[in-house]
């Protein structure tokens, strides 16, 4: 039963990732000292602002940081390798095959001058390297009416331009469906797309979810989204996760003052708007020069003597971890 | 897609570029007519010397059409072209079409060897620098295609006539060859080609690299590693066929130049071609022959650009859609 | 205006470039101070001699000495550039910008005779427009500023274009500026850096065509020295001496190297979003 917690071993397992930018003014750290864990047929999202690592975190699973991504240290673990480690052409072959991404922007996303039967085709080369191409067409076509797309097979003609928004990112879930992977990413699915598209995609979401086999990592800001659709949650603050946990439980009690802000900040149907919108003081740390000490202490209400030292994962509860020190 | 005429159909889109250029030829031609209106002094007394007797005069003046109002001579200019009449070479008699089509497939073999030899080595060239960029290699190429685009196209063709022909004697110095021998017509043809060429292949390289570094940078590129595609097939494939786009838009322009540069190579050369026959009919003042010849110059690049138009709305199918535009001329 | 120039000094191409742009500009300004004689001085004992003492570069067939002649044919050189680029910006510009503003049958019209001179290829143009009016340098320098009109006149029309909806116009017109107004002040600025960078990249045709149309004989005429009639005349006697030749086209390749490095750096400084990223 998806949601259950179960006792196998985990499928991913990040372990002290650090990612750093190489920029102008010295080096840019990204992602500090993250750790995850992914377990089978599981949901996971990440949420947080922008730049709090989050995206950064999605590329790193599937090897495709950009090149000035330096000093990558840690490890991340499929399956008892360690994807950090292996050479190009081993990452290579794990893409589209065991890890597929749906990226945020579908207007860009798509290659302009091929149609999308190619592209579709194209993309399943890996994980079926044996079938021909008809069945591989037939296997999108089929796909494409799965994610909602009438006319499937007139449609694969098409040019994504000839496409609109919804369409496109149904076709991007579609392609990353095809590979059946076993940890499909979504990096900020919905955001680039108009409201009213978002809730179709966000209720087709639901609808694989229970179809799909595999675990699924869903990098949002929304914590609206994660709430509706993930089975747990991390919470990520300036490249570091700041609180960890099952989804339900985390939002019910948050524990980080910055999780309370952010719930706090949502603006929910019954707000009297007579009362001032909640905001989180402050700004996002320069992410060069590191300040000591626990990263959101700055913009925490609650700060203390104690948050001069960082704070490490603390727990709450078995599953449920957040760095503060006021956990204990 | 069943209908010819639906949107992004890529016969509607020739249809109407193929209208749009046909009006631009006869404006051409019609500017061309224009000029020869002000020449300085009368034609017909100049072609004739000035001993003709005001007889000859009013007759070669009857034979040139030169009587009649201006836009009745753009008229029958045409109805003659159209029916294959491009008028007689004042000097010898011969029908101009005739000296035309003798001359044309010498320049058109040079002109197509040419491109095909820049694009041949330009676009690998390009690629390479592009994928690794920054490389040593990439940095030599870089200064090297600057100076290759630099140096003017006469230069280079006499700097190898002279060192490959003159000193070495590798190659032959004059003319194109026997018509009936295509191995010696080859040979004849090679250093032409490379002079006319090696100004394009460094252009070409150029803009082949940037553009493919550009398309490189874009998310459906990461969008295809993100799903394994192999490197190969990414760059190959992928980013290469948009990428040729500005190359492929520069090709009508290309071909409007290389024959220009033709004129040269072919008077250095001492081909024969239409160039050297545009060349020798204007310092003759041998108006019947220089207007055809530059009547046929411009309906091949007229149609060359056409050709360039239609593979580029072949490649880039957004292309289609923006109908009446042409490549470069609008906003 | 300073950091555009710090970035083109920063760039090797873009000093290299600048440092030969400014040494041909410095040539040709200076010519009758730099060179060693006369340019049409004749030494016919000497003639098609290579570079000695007496003549740095050698003589022509005249016995003309190169180098001076060759300092001489940078002066033609960056006058007709500079005339023609200067005209064909100046007129093509105002018709651009007049094609952005004007109704629709001026519009098309403009653009149409953009399309008839750009249906030419510039050589071809050219050698047309000579058959008309004949060689020498006045006329060589109306004809090729003919054939860049059309480019110019597209760049300014399609920069009117988009900065015409801009939010800032539609304020000035509610403040009450008049249309001409706004042209000038609002408009051009704006519009001007595209056109000032198109007119650099320009620079080397322009003189390749000139050297080209002079060296087919049908440009500027000697005694005036162009580079493409020495050219001619090197290559006329080429079996006898290759000194000509190259001291026309070295200078004539230099110069163009030059111009063209100096106008792409020039570009990447202005527009960032065509620099490449390293």
Known sequence: ?328 | MNDIWSQGSLVRYGAVRLAFAALVLVGSITLLCCLTLIVRGDPATILLGPRATPDAVALFRQQMGLDLPIYERVFVFFANALQGDLGTDVISGRPVAGLVLAALPNTMMLAVSAIALAMLIGIPIGCYAAVRPGSVADQVLAVLSVSLVATPSYVVAILLLYFFSVRLGWFPVLGAGDAGDPLDQLHHLVLPTIALAVGWIGYIARLVRSSLLEVLGEPFIRTARAYGQPERRVVMKYALKLACIPTVAILGVGIGELMGGAVFVEIIFNRPGLGSLVFKAIGDRNYPVVQGSILVIVFIFVVANLLVDFLYAWLDPRIRENIGRARGGGA | MHDVFQRIWRSPSGRLGLIATLLVVICGIAAPLLATHQPNALDVAARLSPPSVAHWLGTDQLGRDLFSRGLYGTRIAVLVALAVTSTALVVGTLLGVIAAYAPAPVERAILALFDIISSFPSLILALSLVAVLGPGLANIILLVTVVFIPQFGRVARAQTLTVKERPFLEAERALGASGSRIMLFHVLPNIIGPIVVLASMNVPVVITLEAGLSFLGVGIRPPLASWGAMLFDGFTYLDQSIWPVLVAGGMLTLATLGFTLFGESLRDAIDPKLRREP
């Open chain 1, 1 to 328: 039963m998806r949601g259950a917690i179960t006792n196998e071993p985990p499928l991913v397992e990040i372990e002290n990732l650090s990612v750093d930018f190489a920029t102008s003014r010295g080096a840019m750290h990204v992602l500090r000292d993250v750790s995850l864990t992914l377990a089978p047929r599981r949901i996971v999202g990440l949420v947080g602002e922008s730049g709090s690592g989050k995206s950064t975190l999605a590329l790193a699973l599937l090897g495709l940081l950009p090149t000035n991504a330096t000093g990558v240290t840690g490890r991340i673990d499929l399956s008892g390798v360690d994807l950090l480690s292996l050479p190009p052409e081993r990452i290579e072959a794990l893409r589209g095959n065991r890890i597929a991404m749906i990226f945020q922007d579908p207007m860009t996303a798509l290659n302009p001058v091929f149609t999308l039967a190619t592209q579709l085709i194209d993309a399943q080369r890996r994980k079926f390297p044996r079938l021909s191409r008809s069945e591989l067409l037939e296997r999108a076509a089929k796909m494409l009416t799965r994610v909602g797309i009438s006319d499937a097979r007139a449609r694969l003609s098409a040019y994504p331009h000839q496409l609109s928004g919804g369409q496109r990112q149904r076709v991007m879930i579609a392609m990353a469906l095809l590979c059946e992977p076993d940890v499909l990413i979504a990096d900020e699915p919905t955001t680039a797309l108009d409201v009213t598209i978002e809730a179709q995609i966000v209720d087709l979401l639901k609808e694989l979810r229970e179809e799909f086999a595999g675990s699924i990592v869903f990098v949002s800001h929304s914590l609206g989204l994660i709430s509706d659709l993930c089975d747990e949650v991390a919470v990520m603050y300036a490249g570091k996760i700041v609180e960890s946990g099952p989804t339900a439980e985390v939002f019910a009690d948050p524990r980080h003052p910055y999780t309370q802000a952010l719930l706090a900040c949502e603006i929910d149907p019954g707000h009297d708007f007579s009362e001032r919108l909640v905001t989180i003081k402050g700004e996002l740390p320069d992410l060069v020069a590191v300040p000591q000490g626990c990263i959101f202490a700055p913009r925490c209400p609650s700060r203390f003597e104690k948050c001069g030292t960082e704070p490490p994962p603390l727990h709450v509860a078995p599953t449920h971890a957040a760095a503060c020190w006021l956990v204990e």
